[in-house]
């Protein structure tokens, strides 16, 4: 790896997958919309001699090929609003392939495990059936099935899936708002079943997963699964984040009502309703193929990694 784009590069995942990719002295170009949030990130980086700054609309191929140049890897971490996800996702993955294909370029697709549908596997591994009974998860089917499309002739993409995820950085992930609350100090809601054991991976520690699958050669043609450690309850979640900002506000569990209710007026909350089943019957990821293909997994503890998001989410607000 020579040197590599991220698309999306101030998002939750871009950020910290920017940052990997400086921290190992590549050459990197930062991708996205906003030029002022863009050298929001280059100051985080210290301004990298590293990194190049591009903005440009990863719907348009144009854009990705000139802001890439000769880089030899595309990060594919941009994201698009929830509630647009079924209008807007399967344009965004062949503007990419497209650029890629243009290029000769290797794709690292970053995205979840909505395909998969109900957890048939105690710990699903990559092989886990794909039977999507929901809109997006069949949406995002279909989007595999683009991204591995026998079309691409020079193009060589792998996709890598990440359970639900936080972090500072973190934008669109289930926990952010939670979590940005507890930060301010003010009491939030928690969607989902706070009691039950689900899989988070702290967002840094799945970017160096990700650069370290990119970084193989053999990687590419598959899907690679980028877990978390140990499962954690909402209830264990919050009581960590709220000891390390030292406030402790009410935190209320949302469940199909109160979801319903609030999408009468908030769209994307509308569209979280029918992927609840994740959150009463979660499926976790293996990460087997992994350790055996790439090595040993390290992680930073949940303990730890709450403690860190907390105190960057305060840095923000400060």
Known sequence: MQKAIVLGATGGVGAPLTAELIERGIET????RSMKKLNELADQLNHS????LETGDAFKPEDIIRAAGEADIIFHSANIPYHEMESRLLPLGESVMKAAEE???KVVVVDGIYPYGRRLMERATEEHPKKPHTRKGKVRLAYEELIFS????KARPLIVRLPDYYGPSAQASYLSVTMEAIAAGK???FVGN???PREYVYL?????MIVEVAAREESYGQNWHIPGPDVISGHELVRIAQRAVGKRKAVMPLGRIGLSLIGLFNPVMKEVVEMLYLTEEPLVLSGDKYERQIGPISWTPHELAITETMRGLMEKRA
């Open 194 to 196: 706070m009691r039950v």
């Open 103 to 105: 290029t000769g370029a």
């Open 150 to 153: 026998s079309r691409w002739h």
């Open 29 to 32: 170009v930062a991708f996205g």
């Open 49 to 52: 001699p590293l990194l190049t």
């Open 187 to 189: 009491p939030t809601a």
């Open 204 to 208: 840094p520690d799945a970017a160096r």
